[in-house]
């Protein structure tokens, strides 16, 4: 099977490079899943959790607080406005970003703008369902 390449990118760091044979990313409208041959595209993302399997079936988990990826014909670039391995992520982290979109939401003019973050907080309490923390 063929792989490709993965970049989690943040402002601070590089969160995951390597060769992975899948990810699964939150995009704004799903989470969708790449694979090897994906039609090249540009995704925004979400907040939520970037799953990758690398070569040896290992799977690899980071939060993402929103973003974009970069799909091309050989990998996935993520450019993340905010990432964390996901064994770095704390309950005190997570609520920080939870109070940060709760913030923007109340200072909210368009309906729309608030919909979408009360979207992004219900993903992010699935995540910390997910991650049991």
Do not use: C, K, W, Y
């Amino acid at each position: 099977m063929a792989n490709m390449v993965l970049e989690l990118l943040s402002p601070e760091r590089v969160i995951f490079s390597g060769e992975i044979e899948a990810v699964t990313l939150p995009g704004t409208s799903g989470d969708m899943t790449v694979m090897p041959g994906h039609a090249p595209l540009v995704a925004l993302l979400q907040a939520g959790l970037v799953v990758a399997t690398d070569v040896q079936g290992h799977g690899h988990r980071a939060f993402v607080g929103g973003g974009f990826a970069e799909v091309t014909g050989t990998g996935v670039t993520v450019f993340a406005e905010r990432a964390l391995p996901a064994e770095e992520l704390t309950r005190e982290r997570l609520e920080q970003e939870i109070l940060l979109l709760e913030t923007i939401r109340d200072a909210a003019r368009s309906e729309d703008t608030r919909r979408e973050r009360d979207l992004s907080i219900s993903r992010l309490r699935q995540v910390q369902a997910t991650l049991a923390i």
